[in-house]
């Protein structure tokens, strides 16, 4: 198990070299150095967060260039997607699940699914002519995509601006009580319908035991 561990450092220490950032994106901080497992779990954390970041972003981006048709297929793709993640960074980490590392192997794990998302992202926003992959975007993916309105953004904007700030914090709150997700979509900066399709989500799951708010989302 000893020989397991060191093995699984040894590859994530590998994994965080600078040599693995992708190109244009924002630079993910250096976790080579990181010797202990506290300055490892804060420093892989960062670099998730760098990766979700870009993510995000690419993801708006893209949203703000697709039809009306298009938006809808890609949200539900990126709520897939999600689920996806987290299912398959548990599969891949359960056999460490008991040991000081699983938290590191976690991370790194949807770290590395969210740079590939990202990459997917970016594919589709500068699609070369002809690939059959390539979605119709609304302008051409050279030009910066306009600020969005609220009421342009609709269903896409930060749950915050489109519902209040009282009423985001209270479906953040409810979407981290249920939500069986390692990193759940519970942040008012994404869209209302993203935090509450995962309340219901994690109200299904629970089931009879659900808290009573979970009545309000059947």
């Not at 699984?8 to 150095?33: H, K, N, R, T, W």
């Not at 981006?61 to 990126?78: N, V, Y």
């Not at 000081?100 to 926003?125: G, K, M, W």
Request: glycine fraction near 6%.
């Amino acid at each position: 198990m000893r020989l397991g561990l060191l093995l699984a450092i040894s590859i994530l220490v590998a994994l965080a070299s600078p040599g693995m950032a992708q190109s244009g994106a924002p630079q993910a901080p250096d976790c080579s150095s990181a010797l202990n497992t506290p300055a490892m779990n804060a420093c892989y954390k960062a670099a998730h967060d760098t990766a979700d970041a870009r993510l995000n972003e690419r993801y708006k981006t893209l949203m703000a260039r697709l039809g009306k048709d298009d938006q809808e297929r890609l949200r539900d793709a990126q709520r897939a997607w999600v689920a996806f993640r987290d299912k398959q960074c548990a599969f891949e980490t359960a056999s460490y699940s008991n040991g000081s590392i699983y938290p590191l192997l976690v991370t790194n794990c949807l770290t590395e699914l969210t740079q590939q998302r990202t990459a997917t992202l970016d594919h589709y926003l500068d699609c070369p002519s002809g690939d059959t992959s390539c979605v119709p975007l609304t302008q051409a993916a050279a030009q910066p995509a306009p600020a969005a309105t609220p009421a342009a953004a609709g269903d896409n904007a930060p749950c915050r601006q489109t519902a209040g700030a009282a009423k985001a914090q209270q479906y953040v709150q409810q979407c981290t009580e249920v939500s069986p997700a390692t990193h759940p979509p519970c942040n008012a900066q994404n869209a209302c319908s993203l935090i509450t399709d995962e309340i219901k989500r994690g109200c299904a799951m629970i089931g009879a035991g659900a808290p009573a708010f979970c009545a309000s989302y059947k």
